[in-house]
């Protein structure tokens, strides 16, 4: 019992320093407690204080490096745009460009500037000018088409002043929240491409971030239990689905000709994501790859299986051909990509059953095919394959690439007397061929189409024969007298007529011009060891493979690669009424 109280006493006495009842008898303790608070107190907030001055301190270095590598892009930058604008006047190039060349180069150029001026007198910001009514039109929703498709003809053609004003246009006024049906491969070839071309020519990242904006609009497009695209999708809402008269499949060339951008794209910003979902496509084309390489212009985007439908390398055919060769170049010829050329090599050899030529004159032309039977018909816009088959012909061997350059020559004579046949030396939308007749022309109308000069500029720069400029320096006088007007540049509701319509196609700026200017420039100016050009004419650095990570960051801080600092399909067009 004593044990139990000594303990209850000696508990008491714990419990009496925790009672106020006993520091206020004795305030010398009280006086000690309060001077121990405070000391505790202090030493608590000066460590809180170290703290936030330390996250305070970090947070500004890390300000203070952002900036630093803000200011050192633009560096980079300025060095980028300064190498650029030296690249037309260093002594190599001058020595290289023909006098004759510079004076044609000159032309094209002032071309530019007059259809340019005019768009922006008239139409600044919408889609396309319609010049005889000195009026835009948004033929794509008001995406700023022509500005967007101009920018890397602007850079260049070293139009520097053009090129910063259409520049502040993207980064404050362009806007893709649009209620509007776009088409996936109009915009993809257009806008993602021409913001991806502008990006790797200047290095302004103001491109690069809206390039990812309008391709993550497209995204759901390519969610379809095949992997195939819808071709049409709101901008805003999403709601992917096909054009109706389509009967629901997917366009051939709609659905893959996407690429070479989203490609680009992932190599830029570090994600994924674009680029698996245009793989995926040519993985399930690769499933059902016919023997001759020939595909028909509708696909099921559920199964994954062509439909019984024309085979042509002309309109919703042609560019998905031109993609599996480009992405083998742009992917640098490698092993992972090897595929897209063995599908593209199939392919040809299913091209040259489609050959055939006229009588009397033995005009070398692709037939359409439709089931068993051949269509002896040629669109404008298969005059691509020329140059296609010129640039494709390096990946064979001496003998097949003879062959197939031999062929490219042979087309290209075609498509040139497209144009040379009518009255206005300008080529109508298509030729029909029959015995002991040649070429007769089929649509009529003319809308400024790039495919010819295309073909001649990469003719002219494998085989050095300067004929092919000639030709396309006979062609521009073509456009010139026919097609230039004070208010721009129009099509022709008839190439026999010369009586013109009222639209400046967002593609006469992007394509024609910039490889007519191409033309009549150095080979090395733009080098194909360098760029591809995707279907829209929009150069695209090849990244080598081992820098595909190195250089900037992106957004979500994944790696972009470093812009270069030195330069060493087909499109569906409008009918203006």
């Known amino acids: 019992m004593a044990r139990v109280r000594a303990s209850s006493s000696s508990s008491s006495s714990r419990w009496r320093y925790l009672r106020p009842s006993y520091y206020l008898k004795r305030p010398k ?190 995204l759901p497009a390519w969610n379809t239990p095949s992997g195939i695209p819808f071709n049409r999708i709101n901008l805003a809402h999403g709601n992917p689905h096909n054009f109706g008269w389509t009967g629901g499949s997917s366009i051939l060339a709609d659905s893959g000709t996407e690429q070479l951008e989203f490609i680009a794209l992932s190599q830029r910003t570090g994600d994924p994501k674009y680029q698996q979902k245009v793989e995926n496509v040519i993985t399930q084309l690769q499933k059902t790859y016919p023997d001759d390489g020939l595909l028909p212009i509708y696909i099921n985007p559920h199964s994954g299986t062509p439909s019984h439908s024309t085979i042509t390398f002309g309109a919703m055919g042609d560019s998905f051909y031109e993609y599996l060769l480009k992405a083998w170049i742009q992917g640098n010829k490698s092993e992972s990509v090897k595929h897209y050329r063995e599908m593209w090599e199939k392919s040809m050899e299913g091209l040259l059953s489609l050959v055939r030529k006229t009588t009397p004159s033995s005009f070398t032309y692709l037939c359409e095919k439709n089931g ?10 298969a005059c691509f394959v020329p140059g296609m088959l010129a640039l494709g012909s390096f990946g064979y061997g001496p003998e097949k690439a003879e062959k197939f350059l031999e062929l490219s020559k042979e087309l290209a004579w075609t498509c040139y007397n497209f144009y040379q046949s009518t009255p206005t030396k300008l080529a109508g939308e298509n030729y029909f061929f029959s015995d002991g007749q040649d070429m007769n022309v089929g649509t009529s109308w003319n809308i400024l189409r790039p495919e010819t000069v295309e073909s001649l500029m990469y003719l002219w720069r494998f085989t050095g024969n300067k004929t092919y400029q000639d030709w396309g320096w006979n062609i521009f006088q073509a456009f010139e007298k026919n097609s230039r007007i004070d208010s721009g540049y129009v099509g022709l509701r008839d190439v026999n007529t010369g009586v013109k319509d009222d639209m400046m196609q967002s593609f006469f700026l992007a394509e024609t011009l910039k490889y007519l200017y191409l033309l009549f420039s150095p080979p090395s100016y733009i080098s194909f060891d360098e760029w591809v050009f995707n279907t829209e004419a929009h150069p695209l650095r090849i990244v080598p493979q081992n820098n595909q990570t190195d250089g900037m960051k992106g957004s979500d801080g994944k790696a972009v690669p470093r812009p270069p600092v030195r330069f060493s399909g087909r499109k569906e067009g409008r009918w203006a009424q």
Do not use: C
């Open 29 to 218: 303790r009280l006086a000690l407690v309060f001077i121990s608070f405070v000391l505790l107190s202090l030493a608590f907030w000066d460590r809180v204080s170290l703290i936030r001055d330390h996250e305070a301190e970090v947070a500004k270095l890390s300000d203070e490096l952002n900036q630093l590598k803000d200011k050192l892009r633009n560096l980079e930058q300025l060095e980028i745009a300064d190498e650029v604008r030296s690249v037309s006047v260093e002594k190599s190039d001058i020595d290289a460009i023909d006098p004759i060349d510079k004076e044609r180069r000159e032309k094209v150029k002032e071309a530019m500037l007059h259809a340019w001026n005019s768009y922006e007198k008239y139409a600044w910001g919408q889609d396309e000018l319609q010049p005889q009514s000195k009026s835009g039109i948004n033929s794509f929703g008001g995406l700023g088409a022509t500005l967007v498709d101009s920018l890397d003809t602007l850079y260049i053609m070293g139009l520097h002043d053009q090129f910063q004003k259409a520049k502040e246009w993207v980064a404050n006024s362009l806007d893709f929240n649009k209620d509007y049906e776009a088409s996936v491969f109009e915009t993809t070839i257009r806008v993602v491409g021409g913001l991806l071309s502008a990006y790797d020519l200047s290095g302004d990242r103001v491109f690069l971030e809206k390039a990812k904006d309008i391709a993550d609009r497209l």
């Open 372 to 381: 068993a039977s051949l269509a002896h018909k040629m669109d404008e816009l």
